[in-house]
Structure formats: structure tokens, C-alpha cells
């Protein structure tokens, strides 16, 4: 495998892990908001899935048309922001809306509004958000220490790049607000990023030893505050 890519699956072992049990028997109706160019579109699309992804960048969705042609699979790609989500695809259209790396950059309660709206009842929702005490930690770790300090205490965004970010009672609460339940979270990459890319990349069986290190610590709550990201799934009631 190609480094890159392993690194790549490095970070999102724990996330497809819980993603493919939730989706595991039939095919599914998935939304993915702001799904980019397709990552995980497009493999859950080669399980069968009917997926249809919404994403305002133009670029994006050309790279998910190359992406899907390439693997011969029909992806759906709809230009769109979150604010028009339910116009775009369609009030209680979906079983399943994957909204990955999103909420940091939108307006949070309004964009789990526009994904209830357009889950059908008993449909779920797989949250990907970062986390804000690592992102503390990884700030100044970089020397960054009044970005640190600024991030400690307030999820607004510190710079317009990365965006604003979560603590797990923070996402819990506005997930609850916004009328989802029976929530669990995952810890996600909370080694990955502190990791030497060398070693992940040239020695032997080592991205295979830290995944399966990811998976050992992903539902142990104490690991969670030093997660980079968390991974969510909540049901709309
Ligand atoms: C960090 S990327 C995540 C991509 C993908 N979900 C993943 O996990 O690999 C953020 C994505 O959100 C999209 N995005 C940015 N603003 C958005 C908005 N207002 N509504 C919907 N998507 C948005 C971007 O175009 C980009 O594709």
C-alpha cells in the first residue's frame, strides 16, 4: 500500500469500523454533507449503498465524478451548502447523512437541523468533528501558545483554516438539541497524528500495530480528550 493511503487508513480505521457495523445488511439511502471527493462516498457506494454527496466546492465534486467513474460506481454529486441541504436532496430522503469534517466550518445547530429534516424517523447520523483538547495540546506543542490559550476555553474559530472545535459534552448537547439520541463516540487518531510518518511508513507491520492501537483505545472514555477527532452516531427519534 502505497504510504499515503496507509496513513490515510490509519486515521480512519476506527470511523469505518463503526460506520460499516451501523450499515452492515441492506443498502442504504446516504447523504454525505460535505463529502468532499469522495472518500468515503465512493466506498460505500462499492457496498451497495445508494450515496449522494453534497458539497458547495465545484472542484470537489469533479474529483468525486473522476473517482467514481474510475471505480465504475454511480455516485450522485450535488453542488450545495448546508443551508440548502433539504431543498438539494430532499426532506426525509435519507437513512443514513455521514457529515465528516463539516460542522467545524458551518454553523453547527443549523446544519444538525438541516440533517434531522432530511434523515427519515430511525435514521442515523455518523459525525465526524474535531476535537478541542488535542487541537490545544497539538497548538502549542507547536510553539502556537496564545492560539492555544485562545482555543481553550472557546470553540469559535481561531483561524478561518481549521475552524471552530468540539469538546464531547459540547457536540452531546447540540446533538440532543437538535432532537438525535442513543449518541456514541468514538475516539478517533489519537496517536495517529503524533506518530513519526516514518515509522508508520517504513517499518515493518507498524501502521497494522498502531490501527490496531486505534482500536483498542477508541471507546475508552479517558482517551477521548486526546482524540484529534471524535466520531458520533446518533439516531434522529
Ligand atoms: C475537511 S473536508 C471533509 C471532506 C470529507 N467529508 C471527508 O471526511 O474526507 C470539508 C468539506 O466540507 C465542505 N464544505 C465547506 N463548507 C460547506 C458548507 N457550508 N456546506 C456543505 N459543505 C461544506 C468542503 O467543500 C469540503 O469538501
Redesign the pocket.
Not at 32 to 36: I, Q
Not at 54 to 57: I, L
Given at each position: 500500500m502505497a504510504s499515503r493511503e496507509q496513513r490515510g487508513s490509519v486515521r480512519t480505521a476506527v470511523v469505518w469500523d463503526a460506520l460499516e457495523s451501523a450499515l452492515a445488511g441492506a443498502p442504504r439511502d446516504v447523504v454525505?454533507?460535505?463529502?468532499?471527493t469522495g472518500?468515503?462516498a465512493v466506498r460505500l457506494a462499492e457496498s451497495g449503498h445508494r450515496v449522494r454527496v453534497?458539497?458547495?466546492?465545484p472542484d470537489?465534486l469533479a474529483a468525486l465524478a473522476r473517482r467514481a467513474d474510475e471505480a465504475d460506481l454511480a455516485v450522485s454529486g450535488l453542488q450545495g451548502?448546508?443551508s440548502e441541504l433539504v431543498e438539494v436532496v430532499g426532506a426525509g430522503s435519507a437513512d443514513v447523512v455521514l457529515c465528516?469534517?463539516?460542522l467545524e466550518?458551518?454553523d453547527p445547530a443549523l446544519a444538525l437541523d438541516r440533517i434531522a429534516q432530511v434523515l427519515r424517523p430511525g435514521g442515523l447520523l455518523s459525525l465526524?468533528v474535531g476535537q478541542r483538547h488535542a487541537a490545544v495540546i497539538a497548538r502549542a506543542m507547536a510553539g502556537h501558545f496564545q492560539q492555544a490559550r485562545g482555543l481553550l476555553d472557546d470553540p469559535a474559530p481561531v483561524d478561518a483554516r481549521t475552524g471552530r472545535r468540539f469538546t464531547a459534552p459540547e457536540i452531546e448537547e447540540l446533538l440532543a438539541a437538535a432532537g438525535f439520541t442513543g449518541v456514541t463516540v468514538h475516539a478517533v487518531r489519537v496517536f495517529a497524528d503524533l506518530v513519526p510518518a516514518a515509522i508508520v511508513d517504513y517499518e515493518p507491520g507498524a501502521a497494522a500495530a498502531l490501527v490496531d492501537l486505534e482500536r483498542a483505545v477508541a471507546q475508552r472514555p479517558e482517551y477521548l480528550p486526546l482524540a484529534t477527532q471524535l466520531h458520533l452516531l446518533a439516531t434522529r427519534a
Open positions: 454525505d454533507l460535505g463529502g468532499g472518500g468515503f453534497v458539497d458547495p466546492s470537489a451548502d448546508v465528516h469534517g463539516v466550518v458551518v465526524v
